[in-house]
């Protein structure tokens, strides 16, 4: 995503994500609620809180895209291994009982 345009001050407006993961480093690192998402992006970016949120955050969205993209697939798969697994035991439980 490219960063907002500057305002007459110099200072860019964050991004939605840099938003998010100013949100994050303030709740880790138990800031004042008060503290505006710029400042906490001023004083913290490049830290090792914000790439640990920044990472989380990536982490979180990457595995949201996974479900949604196997859930289909996962669910048909699941209806077929039930039987198999079912037989398995059976005979499983014959062999060792």
């Known amino acids: 995503m490219r960063p ?3 305002d007459p ?3 860019r407006s964050l991004t939605d994500r840099e938003a998010k993961v100013a949100r994050r480093v ?3 690192l138990h800031l004042q609620a008060s ?3 710029q400042e906490v992006a001023q004083q913290f970016r490049g830290s090792v809180a914000w790439r640990r ?3 989380s955050l990536a982490g979180e969205e990457l595995r949201g ?4 993209a ?8 699941r209806g077929h291994v039930r039987p198999f697994r079912r037989r398995a035991e ?4 014959r062999i060792w009982t």
């Not at 059976?90 to 439980?93: A, C, E, R, S, V």
């Open 4 to 6: 907002r345009p500057s």
């Open 9 to 11: 001050n110099g200072r």
């Open 70 to 77: 196997f859930g289909p697939l996962a669910s048909r798969l």
């Open 90 to 93: 059976g005979l499983w439980n």
């Open 35 to 37: 503290m505006s998402e």
């Open 65 to 68: 895209r996974l479900a949604d």
């Open 26 to 28: 303030r709740r880790s």
């Open 53 to 55: 949120a920044r990472l």
